[in-house]
């Protein structure tokens, strides 16, 4: 129970960096961090910093797996993964706080200077977190075997990253505004209570890695122990030879792009579209108390239908979400709540189902290939969730300057071709992505719970003959 709880600790601050990053920082940037630059000055460094950010995290991204084999060739008195997520937690989560600042008037003052140091510090951020990152989620098959435990550990962990990620977007506009008023003695969503925000999410970040790192044990067994050390072929053979990693990494993609598409202007959706942005709270709301009744459940529904039907439900579930969202006016707030139940609801249980298969994707890639890579294999999964955080950074930034929702604009001032453009780019091609992500997983994925027992016991006799 203390591993189940430290490790849920550790998932909670985890998600709220997550979101804090992948989410409001864009919202920042967009809002408060170039305040008092001329409005083509301030369009032009949106810009300037959305490109940074996603070209950064997607070069960032092709070394991930390296990283992972990095890690999976770590030995220390400690195991392979807690050395990084204090190292790792400790230095993404100082260089986050750092990002919800103007870095010393740079921003309006001196836009070369101010391009050169937000590239260092985003740099020093994306690879340490990464690190920290890949440690954490690889850490499920380490921590045990049996798939059934598995399912606990990461249902703790999960219940407790979704309230996390929820309760940060229940508290961001809260925090900002409260702080925006105690120091400046105004109104509103300024600089100054943006970086107190992300200086309470770096805090909870940071401290929480070092309780998941102090409070896990990694477990001795037969057939973790692996001798030879992981090198780069090895590490993209890996990936490449393990076919149900593939088509569930293709599935998860389109799935994780089609979210992040859409949660990422919620914010902008609720400010500028229903004309309402003190109504956002309801979004936090309801996708804290979806997480709360979703997570403990997966467990029971897993034992009446496979993690497959729970993927392609969760899916259905998401696509009305999105018609109900699209079709919903400002005066209709519970239609919106009704769309949110939707939409948010089956999240978790779909992330859920996917970790689940991935970590079981570790014993199919050593009884298929003959060789265990564990940290390798779980890198997959933060390395496409960093694929989509760094396109919703780049889709907040676009709709915000595209439709006009940047600066002090008021929903009086969005026209009605801007609001098509925003559903579009954030409702309709999202659900189509969705579609195709369900049709995939369920026609080719075949690593269920049935077929990880047996290879279990595949792999446990095969070791018994080598033994003897």
Not at 17 to 37: P, Q, R
Request: glycine share 6%.
């Amino acid at each position: 129970m203390k591993q189940r709880i430290s490790y849920a600790l550790g998932a909670f601050g985890h998600d709220i960096f997550y979101a804090t990053l992948s989410t409001y920082f864009m919202i920042f940037v967009t809002k408060a961090m170039f305040t008092g630059a001329p409005a083509d000055v301030q369009a032009k460094m949106i810009g300037l910093v959305t490109t940074l950010v996603v070209v950064i995290r997607l070069i960032e991204i092709v070394f991930d797996p390296i990283i992972g084999g990095v890690i999976d060739n770590t030995k220390t008195r400690w195991g392979k993964f807690r050395p990084w997520l204090c190292v790792g937690g400790t230095i993404s989560a100082i260089c986050l706080a750092m990002l919800f600042t103007n870095f010393f008037g740079l921003a309006t003052s001196n836009e070369t200077l101010f391009t050169i140091v937000f590239i260092i510090v985003f740099i020093i951020l994306d690879c340490t977190y990464s690190f920290k990152d890949i440690a954490f989620w690889s850490m499920i098959p380490a921590l045990n075997e049996d798939s059934k435990e598995r399912g606990k550990l990461a249902t703790f962990a999960r219940f407790a990253s979704s309230l996390g990620a929820n309760g940060t977007t229940l508290a961001v506009v809260p925090i900002v505004s409260i702080f925006t008023l105690i120091i400046s003695g105004h109104s509103g969503q300024a600089a100054s209570g943006w970086f107190i925000f992300g200086l309470i999410a770096a805090i909870i970040y940071g401290v929480t890695s070092w309780i998941a790192a102090l409070g896990t044990k990694e477990k001795d067994s037969n057939l973790r122990k692996q001798n030879e050390k992981t090198s780069i072929k090895d590490i993209f053979s890996a990936l490449a030879k393990n076919d149900q990693l593939m088509w569930l990494a293709l599935a998860y993609i389109l799935f994780a792009i089609a979210y992040v598409a859409t949660t990422a202007v919620l914010m902008l959706y609720f400010q500028y579209v229903i004309g309402n942005i003190s109504a956002f709270s309801i979004v936090g709301i309801v996708s804290a108390i979806c997480g709360i009744i979703a997570v403990p459940i997966f467990p029971f529904i897993t034992k009446l239908i496979s993690r497959k039907y729970v993927y392609i439900s969760g899916i259905v579930s998401m696509l009305i979400g999105y018609l109900l969202l699209s079709t919903a006016s400002a005066s209709n707030i519970l239609l919106i709540i009704v769309a949110l139940v939707f939409f948010y609801f089956p999240y978790q249980l779909i992330f859920l189902s996917v970790l689940m298969t991935i970590s079981d994707a570790v014993e199919y890639g050593q009884w298929k290939n003959g060789v265990r890579n564990e940290a390798v294999t779980l890198s997959l999964r933060p390395l496409l969730d960093k694929i989509a955080g760094a396109l919703s950074n780049g889709i907040v930034g676009f709709i915000s300057v595209s439709c006009g929702m940047i600066g002090n604009a008021q929903a009086s001032n969005i026209t009605a071709k801007s609001i098509m453009t925003f559903k579009m780019y954030s409702f309709y091609l999202p659900a189509a992505l969705m579609l195709i992500s369900g049709v995939i997983f369920f026609l080719k994925i075949k690593l269920t719970e049935e077929k990880h027992a047996e290879i279990l016991k595949d792999l446990e006799a095969s070791l018994v003959e080598k033994q003897n």
